[in-house]
């Protein structure tokens, strides 16, 4: 949006830089500015096109573990179970894709396993999109609202019908993103235990509220 201006005063100095003549060099002069003006509103409407929410969506997003771990309910969590936690969370979600196509479908790819779905916005205003996400779960179709604010272009944050927001960022995670196996799988029979212990799997509610939003 920042050349529009740009655009039109370059034109207009062009034209002003030669006078006008009589007849024909007269009217192709005076043609110019209105043909300069149809390009300076043309350069706003091409940033706001790139600018639309709806187009930055599309595209593979990972899960921005850094900002899930500032979570104060994860910052409560005792050190000796928060490095499980950390590790579980890594394990289960570094490695993890959503994959938004521009024909309203999604994809969760999490190792070796995909789940597909599919997408429709139902609004787009003011910067932020709600979404209807519908995926199959136990053989019948669930949909639920998600509402997604962008932070720029490379990052989004999602909100579930739960309230709880999730951060991404924009593209596919790196290789070796998960994290150390052995650790991780350390930190899933921890949680296996404390769970068959009756206690609380220490990050598991993070964990898979970081799925619940994207994976529909």
Known sequence: MRFAPLALALALFACGDKPADSGKKGAASAKKPAAAKKGAKAAPKAAKKADDPAKKLVGAWRVDIDQML?????????????????????????????????????????????????????????????VQATNNENGKDKTETLKVKFEGGEKMAVTGPDGKTIHFLKGAPKAGAGGDAAAAAAALGAAAAAKAAGAKAPGAEAAGAAKAPAAK
Request: proline residues 5%; hydrophobic residues 35%.
């Open 70 to 130: 500032k979570d104060p309910e994860i910052q409560k969590i005792p050190e000796a179970q928060r490095q499980a936690a950390v590790a579980m969370m890594k394990a289960m979600l570094g490695t993890a894709t959503f994959e938004f196509t521009a024909d309203g479908k999604m994809n969760m790819k999490m190792g070796p396993k995909t789940e597909s779905g599919s997408y429709k916005i139902t609004k787009n205003e003011g910067g932020m999109l709600e």
